[in-house]
């Protein structure tokens, strides 16, 4: 077995552990902010995460909490509003773990009124079918065209008595994964697209298609909570060179701390809390304009739309077909 491999198990373990826990959590009035502590203390906790070797085991990236139609790439900076669960929610959780860089990511929806089982189980259905159409030389554009196709046939829903449209998000996909890597340069996209590029023996992918009521095409807004380092960024000859003092100092940081993971404000925030006249927002931008980082704004779909998501990641077998790494009781 090889050292990724083994790295992906021992995460996988700990997602599943930690997803038990989310789901007997989170319940009507349940607190955001609630979620991402539980899951990012129990984490750290499995996972035996120590400060002073950060990249050795812990959190693969920030915990994404996406409420109706916000589909990814939120989570509370510090300062941000809190919000309560009502009983007309349904809410995604996406959260990943790593060991020496190697990340498990997956993710699941939870509605907290049973007019959204049938979207829930849809989205369910559409990810394990996306995974059986995985493997070895499998064509990635037709596992897209699969899963349009999957979606398509699908009759349309009612929630609240309102009948509703079901599509994906079309301009999101998958995606390989590799050490310290989270987007690794393969895409598993959710729609029909000319993407002759094939999957291969001992790859990860994340496999996520998102079902949404709504458009399927991603609306930026809201303030900016993920970012990451530019893959390369860290080994890059004399990248600190022409840096002023404090954006070298937090590059370091995030270096030491995150390497090319993703990472949030929040995190950062605890680790320069004596240097608390740093304007971390605008460091942050400066170092994404010497493109040296990356930011992810939070991704919506229209408003009153609602979006679910189920997403393992997988390891591609030559000879004993595709391994479901997260695959649990829940989903």
């Known amino acids: 077995m090889n050292t ?9 373990i700990v997602h599943k552990n930690v997803s038990k826990k989310v789901y007997e959590f989170v319940k009507i009035g349940t607190s955001v902010a609630e979620i991402i502590n539980l899951i990012e203390r129990e984490i750290r906790m499995e996972t035996k995460y120590s400060p002073e070797n950060p990249l050795k085991s812990g959190i693969g990236f920030p915990i994404g909490i996406g409420v109706n ?3 990814a790439h939120h989570t509370l900076n510090s300062g941000s509003p809190d919000y309560i669960l009502t009983e007309n929610d349904i809410v995604k959780i996406d ?8 990340i498990i990511d997956s993710a699941f929806t939870i509605g907290l009124n ?9 989205s369910k259905s559409l990810t394990n079918f ?51 890597e989270i987007h690794a340069g393969k895409a598993v996209p959710n729609i029909k697209i000319n993407y002759p590029v094939r999957m291969k023996e001992n790859e990860f992918y994340a496999i996520e298609p998102f079902v949404t009521t709504g458009r399927g095409v991603s609306i930026l807004k809201g303030d900016t909570s ?8 860290s080994r890059a000859i004399g990248a600190t060179n022409k840096l002023g003092e404090v954006d070298k100092y937090i590059y370091n940081l995030v270096i030491k701390n995150f390497s090319t993971m993703p990472f949030c404000e929040k995190w950062l925030i605890k680790l320069i809390e004596k240097d608390s006249n740093i304007n ?23 408003d009153g739309s609602y979006v679910a998501q189920h997403e393992h990641t997988i390891f591609i077998r030559e000879n004993a077909g595709i391994m479901v790494l997260t695959k649990n009781d829940n989903y």
């Open 4 to 12: 990724s491999l083994k790295d992906a198990i021992c995460g996988a």
């Open 69 to 71: 139609n916000c589909v």
């Open 95 to 102: 959260f990943g773990v790593h060991y020496n860089g190697m």
């Open 114 to 122: 049973p007019k959204f089982n049938e979207l829930i189980d849809i």
């Open 130 to 180: 996306a995974i059986k159409s995985c493997g070895v030389d499998v064509i990635l554009g037709e596992v897209g065209a699969a899963i349009e196709e999957y979606i398509k046939s699908i009759d349309n829903i009612f929630i609240d008595g309102k009948e509703m449209s079901i599509g994906v998000m079309r301009d999101l996909s998958g995606h390989m994964i590799k050490p310290f």
């Open 226 to 233: 993920h970012f990451m380092l530019k893959s390369g960024a």
């Open 280 to 302: 971390l927002q605008e460091t942050l931008k400066r170092l994404e304009k010497k493109n040296l980082l990356s930011s992810y704004p939070p991704i919506y779909d229209i």
